[in-house]
Nanobody
Framework: VQLQASGGGLVQAGGSLRLSCAAR???????????MGWYRQTPGNERELVAS???????FYADSVKGRFTISRDNSRKSGWLQMNSLKPEDIAIYYC?????????WGQGTQVTVSS
């Protein structure tokens, strides 16, 4: 199973980006079996959880993104998304898609998000 993330880029403060994550070479039942989420990391810091969503749609958000970011998934498409609105310079990071299936962590390759002030 490979997670392919995309959608990062450069945006002005207050703008929006939508990150996508697709599970390649995974059958639907595998994807359906566990949660997925988005983490982000800045230089010198640990990777932090931004948002997650369980297989039945229960969501979690870090306090810093509540009300601005929305996580979603479509199990039939084996894909997930992170809609990021009202972006701030402090959201600058590399964003990683993550899945936890059958007691194993899966990571995407990371996508850079840059916000200009």
């Amino acid at each position: 199973v490979q997670l392919q993330a995309s959608g990062g880029g450069l945006v002005q403060a207050g703008g929006s980006l939508r990150l996508s994550c697709a599970a390649r070479r995974a059958i639907t039942s595998f994807f359906n079996s566990g949660p997925m989420g988005w983490y982000r990391q800045t230089p010198g810091n640990e990777r932090e959880l931004v948002a997650s969503i369980t297989r039945d749609g229960t969501t979690f958000y870090a306090d810093s993104v509540k009300g601005r970011f929305t996580i979603s998934r479509d199990n039939s498409r084996k894909s997930g998304w992170l809609q990021m609105n009202s972006l701030k310079p402090e959201d600058i990071a590399i964003y990683y898609c993550h899945g936890y299936w059958y007691e194993r962590d899966y990571w995407g390759q990371g996508t850079q998000v840059t916000v200009s002030s």
